[in-house]
């Protein structure tokens, strides 16, 4: 929480605006009033289940680019049955694309791509012995960006992880683990654009 609360702060101090650019020689505007903007957000879900997740962001016209770093604690089902206690610490870097945003800054629909380094860990069931391993994912999403105040947003979307990389078959007392090859979650996050 330490850590987010730094990354808001140090956030809320770049609110960076491109300025009018004028063609000297036709004394005309050469480009129209661009804007780059930022952003946090959070995503309550992850806390509501004992981890975090925060991103940073910045967008220039149609596309974002994002950063997020979280602990998450994947839903039992995602496990197989002979291990309890999945979770993931990782780092992402995304590429957002907002085809039909209206205006400078970016809302409605979104779509992206990204790639994921993390650390897991995971619980043998029967003897409670934990293993630790390391994979790293390619990530599409898709989602809505809606704003319900003047720089307060909700962000629900629906993402799916493909494993690429990482320790397969880890041996924890007998058993053997390998991270699932596609994890689906689906969230909502709560932002805040400068």
Known sequence: MKKLLILF???????IKAQNVT??????????????????????????YGGYDGSFWLSYYYFKLRANYSLKYPPEFVNDGDFRNL??????????YFPFTTG?????????????????????????????????????????LWFFSHSFYLNPFFAGHLRVLGDRNLEIDGSFYSTPRFIPEISVRIGYHF
Not at 116 to 130: F, I, M, P, R
Request: no cysteine; net charge negative; charged share 15%.
């Open 9 to 15: 702060v140090l956030a809320s101090v770049f609110n």
């Open 23 to 48: 063609d000297s020689t036709k004394g005309v505007l050469s480009w129209k009033t661009s804007e780059f903007n930022a952003g946090v957000s959070i995503d309550p879900v992850a806390y509501y």
């Open 87 to 96: 979770a993931f610490k990782s780092f992402g870097v995304y590429f957002d």
């Open 104 to 144: 400078i800054r970016l809302n409605g629909i979104w779509f992206s791509l990204g790639a994921e380094a993390s650390q897991g860990s995971v619980q043998n069931y029967y003897t409670e012995a934990t293993g630790e391993f390391n994979d790293y994912f390619l990530t599409g999403s898709f989602g809505y």
